[in-house]
């Protein structure tokens, strides 16, 4: 088991910025491709972004590239996501996601933590 804590969300004004962290325990956290996803009330979970295992490739979702990035630390089992530019269409539930393997993965992620809520004013 992978358990997974995210923390950092908050209410921010359009053009401000925050950073998620997402802390991984249970197992070796370098085995793991991770991934954000976020959830906007009435609407789909969607995917927003992920990391491989080892750092070394990522990829966004369009609406949110130049934005948001993605990084991890293996040696502090976190990844974190930090935002900036934020707009209100950002307002969302953010979870953070493990997939043992390679990554980075759109899909089938294994491992779910229990979600932060960002809230972006106009």
């Known amino acids: 088991q992978v358990q997974l804590v995210e923390a950092g969300g908050g209410l921010v004004q359009a053009g401000g910025s925050l950073r998620l962290s997402c802390a991984a325990s249970?197992?070796?956290?370098?085995?793991?491709?991770m991934g954000w996803f976020r959830q906007a009330p009435g609407k789909d979970r969607e995917f927003v972004a992920a990391?491989?295992?080892?750092?070394?490739?990522?990829y966004y979702a369009d609406s949110v590239k130049g934005r948001l990035t993605i990084s991890r630390d293996n040696a502090k089992a976190t990844v974190y996501l930090q935002m900036n530019s934020l707009k209100p269409e950002d307002t969302a539930v953010y979870y953070c996601?493990?997939?043992?393997?390679?990554?980075?993965?759109?899909?089938?992620?294994?491992?779910w933590g229990q979600g932060t809520q960002v809230t972006v004013s106009s």
């Open positions: 996601a493990a997939k043992y393997g390679s990554g980075p993965e759109l899909y089938g992620y294994d491992y």
């Open positions: 249970g197992r070796t956290f370098s085995n793991y491709a």
């Open positions: 990391i491989a295992r080892n750092g070394g490739g990522t």
